[in-house]
C-alpha cells in the first residue's frame, strides 16, 4: 500500500521524498464565451421576442379588442383607430359602453395592453444593439421604440381616464386621442428602425473582409 506524504515524512524525516500535486486551474477554458457564441444567444433571445411580440399584438389589437366591439354595438375601441378620435365619437361609446366593458377594457389595459409594448421595446432594443455598431445612430434608433414605449403605456392610462370620467373634457379627448395616433406612427417607424439595423448588420460582416484585404 503506498504511503501517504505524511506518512513518509515522519518515517523518513527531511529526507522524504514528497510527490508533487498539482492543482486543477481555476478557469474551466471550455466555458469561456466567444463572440459568435454571444451573438448567436442574442439573435435567440430576439426571435423569442419577434413571436411574444406578433402573438401580443394578434391577441390586444385582432382579437380581445375585436371582440369588445360586440358590447359597443359595433363601435371600435380607441386603441384600434389609428387615425385618432373626437368628443363626438367618445360619447357615443361612453354611452352604449356598460360598467362591465370598461372594466374589461381597463383590465387589458393592464395586462396585455402593458406587456406587449414592454416587450417590444426590450426587443427592438436589443434587436438594434446588436447590429448598429456606430453609437449616435444606435442611440438614434433606439428612441423610437422607448419613445414607442413612453406613448403606448401613457395612451392606456389617458383613454381608462377619458372612458371612466364623470364628465368628459375635451382636453381628455384630445390627449389620448394624440397619444393613440403617435403610439401607431412610433410602432411603424421602429419596425423600419429595426428593418435598417438588420441591414446594417449584415453589411457590416460583409465590409469587414474586404478593408482587411485591402
Given at each position: 500500500?503506498?504511503?501517504?506524504?505524511?506518512?513518509?515524512?515522519k518515517k523518513h524525516g527531511a529526507k522524504a521524498v514528497v510527490p508533487e500535486h498539482h492543482l486543477p486551474p481555476v478557469i474551466n477554458p471550455t466555458t469561456t464565451r466567444s463572440p459568435r457564441k454571444a451573438?448567436?444567444?442574442?439573435?435567440?433571445?430576439?426571435?423569442?421576442?419577434?413571436?411574444?411580440?406578433?402573438?401580443?399584438?394578434?391577441?390586444?389589437?385582432?382579437?380581445?379588442?375585436n371582440q369588445l366591439t360586440q358590447l359597443s354595438g359595433g363601435l371600435p375601441m380607441p386603441d384600434s383607430l389609428?387615425?385618432?378620435?373626437?368628443?363626438?365619437?367618445?360619447?357615443?361609446?361612453?354611452?352604449?359602453?356598460?360598467?362591465?366593458?370598461?372594466?374589461?377594457?381597463?383590465?387589458?389595459?393592464?395586462?396585455?395592453?402593458?406587456?406587449?409594448?414592454?416587450?417590444?421595446?426590450?426587443?427592438?432594443?436589443?434587436?438594434?444593439?446588436?447590429?448598429?455598431?456606430?453609437?449616435?445612430?444606435?442611440?438614434?434608433?433606439?428612441?423610437?421604440?422607448?419613445?414607442?414605449?413612453?406613448?403606448?403605456?401613457?395612451?392606456?392610462?389617458?383613454?381608462?381616464?377619458?372612458?371612466?370620467?364623470?364628465?368628459?373634457?375635451?382636453?381628455?379627448?384630445?390627449?389620448?386621442?394624440?397619444?393613440?395616433?403617435?403610439?401607431?406612427?412610433?410602432?411603424?417607424?421602429?419596425?423600419?428602425?429595426?428593418?435598417?439595423?438588420?441591414?446594417?448588420?449584415?453589411?457590416?460582416?460583409?465590409?469587414?473582409?474586404?478593408?482587411?484585404?485591402?
Amino acid at each position: 500500500m503506498a504511503k501517504t506524504p505524511a506518512q513518509r515524512i515522519k518515517k523518513h524525516g527531511a529526507k522524504a521524498v514528497v510527490p508533487e500535486h498539482h492543482l486543477p486551474p481555476v478557469i474551466n477554458p471550455t466555458t469561456t464565451r466567444s463572440p459568435r457564441k454571444a451573438q448567436s444567444n442574442s439573435n435567440l433571445i430576439v426571435i423569442a421576442g419577434v413571436v411574444a411580440s406578433l402573438f401580443l399584438f394578434w391577441y390586444l389589437h385582432l382579437l380581445t379588442l375585436n371582440q369588445l366591439t360586440q358590447l359597443s354595438g359595433g363601435l371600435p375601441m380607441p386603441d384600434s383607430l389609428v387615425g385618432g378620435f373626437d368628443q363626438g365619437f367618445v360619447e357615443q361609446l361612453r354611452r352604449v359602453l356598460t360598467g362591465d366593458a370598461l372594466g374589461q377594457l381597463n383590465y387589458l389595459h393592464k395586462t396585455a395592453g402593458t406587456l406587449f409594448p414592454l416587450i417590444f421595446g426590450f426587443t427592438w432594443l436589443l434587436l438594434i444593439g446588436s447590429n448598429v455598431a456606430a453609437k449616435p445612430l444606435r442611440w438614434a434608433l433606439w428612441s423610437l421604440p422607448l419613445l414607442f414605449v413612453v406613448a403606448r403605456l401613457w395612451g392606456n392610462v389617458a383613454i381608462d381616464a377619458m372612458m371612466s370620467a364623470p364628465t368628459l373634457q375635451p382636453g381628455q379627448v384630445a390627449l389620448a386621442s394624440t397619444l393613440t395616433v403617435v403610439g401607431w406612427v412610433l410602432l411603424v417607424l421602429s419596425l423600419v428602425a429595426g428593418g435598417a439595423a438588420v441591414l446594417l448588420g449584415r453589411r457590416s460582416p460583409k465590409q469587414a473582409p474586404q478593408a482587411t484585404a485591402g
